[in-house]
């Protein structure tokens, strides 16, 4: 009985006291604790954080091992909002912690908030607060009998929702803050050992805004290991900006990213990382220079599928990468730096990445294809004097598959149409190590007029027409140096009009050129074209009012001195070399104005058709030259010959002919430097031009037929001589002027000009004819054996019109001379010598009053003379004035003796006063009779003029008479 009771009262006491226990252990969980965690908590964080912190409610169910929190607002030392939550729940699987683990059966946390800051040293603003509070402690001696193996936690479930995450990055120089809202998570079944049975799953979702972060998958801690699915959706090019502006040199303007990937990630002995199946799509992109707005790429959408990475198998392959409406705006400034290559411009660093690092295993790629669409490329550059703009729309590019192995060959294609007018389209292959390309490129209809700005930097030329065709092929090998390389193909220029830059006159220009074939090699250099045919050419050449020609006004004037004269001149190959097989011409034109002369001189050739054939610059080459064509619109004109080789001494030789140019085309030159234009008559050229390098030996063989000059021109530049007379004695009996003018000189001295020196060589023709005209009747005085100045004077016996011995000839040489050029005049004036004729006539006098004939012997002579003295009033006897005159020697010849009385008696004789006006005409009339009567010379060209007394007397008493020519 008492120990039954005992046994009643001990059962009694223990329920009391488990009860007791109860209710202790209640009143602790449900009140003490709480109210200890409403204290405990603010002050840990006041203690370990500096946060002032408050908490709304806290329950504890001791009985189902849980706590829930009711708000909680936290504020760092600077008064910031730093954590808060509304609720927060979570309970403890009791009957687990039996076998050592620590589950957590639900956790809850209901409109979390958290605000993490990056500092500009990189640290978190929690680690900050926490080391701040919580000086390190001082290190203990490890026991090495503690066990490296993680805790045995358990989370069954965890759930955050409606979660705030504020994210602000103070490490820039522009601190950006992002706001995560809502942040929701759900977590099931997380350990942190390894279960072979089971793995974790999870969910997240975060919104930054648009953006949006999906991470869902399998995890496990213990080894680490997690396989699923994540998305970044959205992410603006703000977000993009802010996190990449350290690694990208340029600013992003606008674009959504989206990424998303299958992913296995494990970390055991080593660790292991795999993507599968990714996504990338890019929408609006706009991408710019750093510290410009405006816009260097613009995308509609780039996708790239198939995504895949290999971390360990050092791996990475995608899909065909898809660029949709890309637009890429490219510019060079006026220093040369293209805006694309500005952020790298000035970077010297050498750093070098070791692409083997952390493995020697090389690293594999494979990208499917590349596909451009609906493109567009925009160039505009201001290093030219004037600015371009270039511009591609319509961009298609076609890639094959592109990896690792460069030596592979890839497949290409693309077209695109040129802004400007124009298509392009490139297809072939290409291998990027070592490099070669295989491309076709065909041009059409490409509008030439878009490059001026690049002609102008070369030529002072604009473009107003012309259009490109070129179809080929292009080859390029880089596997040695140098590169190497063919272009085989076709090429046409259509509609070509090039004018001077200054002026609005058509300067070059053609119908078609057109190239077939053409091979071109690069090293060595060398360009080899079957037939050129050049369609239609115009060319249009103006000699300005300062002596300068338009064509010289094409070259721009540079600073480069004696460039040219660096090469050697020795007979090696050059360094580029050329062929034509031929250069076909039809109807071809060339106009010709010189403004240097007033009325300003116009001419054109045209209808020139004709072929070169056999051009280069390699010796021994002998081309030929055929060219037929028309002047001045009536005459015809031919150019035949041969050309050796270009650039080289070797000697060419070209015949120009022209026949039945009209010369009043002419009169402005005649007006300039003969002082008349011309009415009338043709002109032939031959001209026989041999070249030796840069030496000129010419012969310049000029036929005016019929010439005949019109009204005086008043010319600074003409000749002073009678022109006309000049250009009479020059001409035949026909009328035609016919001679040849040498030229020689160096075609490379500034001071030689062919043309010039032809025409001055032909003025100062005229005028030595002018001036010398009796020189000028050439083979006639020479048959005479006379000169010419034998020619232009006559000599008569004084006091006779009798002419002297031999004078005869003269005037039959004079007289053929007429015959032969009609437009001649024969000037003829009458004159004596007063002292000599006045001689001659008192002599003449003498002999006919003593009946002295001039023919009778000189004995008889004397006689008479001896009789004439005795008989005259002389008061010297005959014999004292023989002695006289004979002197102290006594000696003294018949012919004396005839002389000393014959001057002795003539001064008893008068003269009547018209006596020698008498002998001056009768001479100038008997020689007027002798031209018309004896050498049959028409009366229109022999003038007689008014007689004088100027005539010039020999010193054998001969009187000469000077002829004068003219023309009619």
């Not at 500005?342 to 970077?347: A, D, V």
């Not at 034109?589 to 051009?615: E, H, K, M, N, Q």
């Amino acid at each position: 009985m008492v120990a039954n009771r005992t046994r009643r009262l001990s059962a009694r006491n223990i329920s009391i006291a488990v009860l007791v226990l109860v209710v202790i252990y209640a009143l602790v969980g449900f009140l003490a604790l709480p109210w200890w965690l409403e204290r405990e908590l603010p002050e840990r964080l006041q203690r370990h954080l500096g946060w002032q912190a408050e908490i709304g409610d806290v329950g504890v169910n001791p009985f189902v091992m849980s706590v829930e929190v009711l708000g909680l607002d936290a504020e760092d030392s600077d008064g910031e909002p730093v954590l808060a939550f509304d609720r927060l729940f979570a309970n403890l699987g009791v009957w687990r912690l039996v076998t050592g683990t620590v589950a957590l059966q639900n956790i809850e946390l209901e409109e979390p908030y958290i605000r993490l800051d990056l500092l500009d040293d990189y640290s978190v603003n929690v680690a900050r607060d926490w080391l701040a509070n919580n000086p390190p402690a001082e290190e203990t001696a490890s026991d090495e009998t503690t066990s490296d193996e993680p805790a045995r936690l358990q989370f069954d479930r965890v759930r955050v929702a409606g979660g705030e995450l504020l994210f602000r990055d103070f490490s820039q120089e522009s601190p950006e803050e992002f706001r995560v809202a809502p942040l929701d998570l759900a977590l099931n079944d997380l350990a942190t050992w390894p279960r072979e049975d089971t793995d974790s799953n999870y969910y997240l979702l975060a919104v930054v805004g648009t953006q949006t972060i999906e991470w869902e998958g399998d995890l496990s801690i213990a080894p680490l290991y997690s396989r699923g699915f994540i998305k970044l959706g959205g992410v603006t090019h703000a977000t993009l900006q802010h996190f990449l502006k350290p690694y990208l040199p340029y600013r992003l303007h606008d674009g959504r990213v989206t990424l998303s990937s299958d992913y296995e990630l494990q970390s055991a002995e080593e660790f292991l990382l795999t993507t599968a199946n990714g996504q990338l799509n890019i929408e609006n992109l706009g991408l710019g220079l750093a510290n410009s707005d405006d816009l260097l790429l613009e995308t509609d959408s780039i996708r790239v599928g198939e995504i895949s990475f290999g971390l360990n198998s050092r791996e990475a392959s995608s899909g065909t990468v898809t660029i949709d409406g890309m637009n890429l705006s490219l510019h060079r400034d006026p220093e040369g730096l293209v805006n694309l290559l500005k952020p790298f411009q000035g970077n010297t660093d050498d750093e070098q990445t070791d692409g083997s690092a952390g493995s020697n295993m090389p690293f594999r790629w494979t990208v499917a294809g590349l596909e451009v669409d609906n493109s567009s490329v925009s160039w505009r550059d201001e290093q030219p004097q004037t600015e371009a703009k270039l511009s591609l729309t319509d961009l298609n590019i076609r890639v094959d598959e592109l990896s690792h192995q460069l030596e592979d060959p890839v497949n290409y294609k693309a077209d695109a149409t040129l802004g400007g007018g124009g298509h392009l389209m490139f297809n072939g292959q290409t291998t990027p190590m070592p490099f070669t390309l295989e491309a076709g490129i065909t041009g059409s209809d490409i509008v030439l007029a878009q490059f001026e700005a690049y002609f102008n930097e070369a030529a002072n030329l604009n473009v107003r027409d012309g259009r490109l065709n070129v179809d080929g092929n292009l080859d390029l090998d880089q596997q040695q140096d140098p590169l190497t390389g063919t272009f085989s193909g076709t090429g046409e220029v259509a509609s070509l009009d090039l004018r001077l830059g200054d002026t609005e006159e058509r300067l070059i220009g053609w119908q078609t050129l057109r190239l077939q074939p053409v091979e071109y090699n690069v090293a060595p250099a060398r360009l080899e074209i079957g037939t050129v045919t050049l369609a239609g050419p115009t060319v249009n050449v103006v000699r300005e009012g300062d002596g300068g020609y338009n064509l010289q006004r094409i070259v721009r004037s540079t600073s480069t001195e004696g460039s040219a004269g660096d090469s050697s001149a020795d007979d090696s190959e050059p360094e580029f070399i050329f062929r034509i097989g031929q250069v076909m011409l039809e109807e071809g034109a060339i106009s010709y104005t010189d403004r240097t002369l007033d009325p300003t001189f116009t001419t054109r050739f045209d209808r020139l058709r004709g072929s070169v054939t056999g051009l280069s610059n390699v010796a021994p080459q002998q081309g030929k030259v055929s060219v037929q064509g028309r002047a001045g619109d009536v005459a015809s004109m031919t150019l035949d010959g041969s050309l050796a080789a270009l650039g080289t001494d070797d000697t060419s030789e070209l015949r120009l002919s022209m026949e039945n140019l009209s010369l009043p085309m002419l009169s402005p030159y005649f007006g300039r430097y003969l002082g008349y234009g011309v009415d009338s008559g043709k002109l032939n050229l031959d001209l026989d031009y041999k070249f030796s390098g840069s030496t000129i030996d010419a012969g310049n063989t000029v036929v005016l037929d019929r010439l005949e000059l019109g009204q005086p021109v008043p010319s600074d530049q003409a000749v002073s001589a009678p022109v006309k007379l000049g250009l009479a004695l020059l001409r035949d009996s026909d009328g035609v002027i016919d001679i040849n003018i040498p030229v020689s000189g160096d075609l490379e001295s500034p001071d030689f000009s062919v043309g010039q020196v032809v025409m001055n060589a032909f003025v100062n023709l005229v005028a030595k004819a002018a001036t010398s005209p009796f020189s000028m009747l050439g083979s006639i005085v020479d048959m005479a054996g006379l000169s010419g100045e034998d020619l232009g004077r006559i000599s008569f016996e004084p006091g006779q019109v009798e002419l002297a011995e031999g004078e005869n000839a003269k005037l039959e040489a004079l007289g053929a001379a007429l015959n032969d050029r009609p437009s001649l005049v024969l000037n003829i004036r009458g004159a004596v010598a007063p002292q000599a004729d006045a001689r001659g006539l008192r002599r003449q006098r003498l002999f006919d009053q003593a009946g002295i004939a001039e023919t009778a012997p000189p004995a008889k002579r004397i006689a008479r003379l001896e009789q004439a003295y005795s008989n005259s009033d002389n008061l010297a006897s005959l014999d004292a004035f023989r002695e006289n005159v004979a002197g102290e020697d006594g000696e003294l010849s018949q012919a004396q003796w005839e002389q000393a009385l014959v001057d002795r008696l003539i001064t008893d004789i008068d003269l009547p006063p018209q006596a020698l006006d008498n002998l001056a005409s009768a001479r100038g009339g008997w020689l007027r009779r002798q031209m018309l009567e004896n050498h049959d010379v028409p009366e229109s060209q022999v003038f007689l003029l008014d007689p004088v007394r100027d005539a010039s007397a020999k010193e054998d008493g001969k009187v000469t008479i000077d002829f004068e020519l003219d023309a009619r």
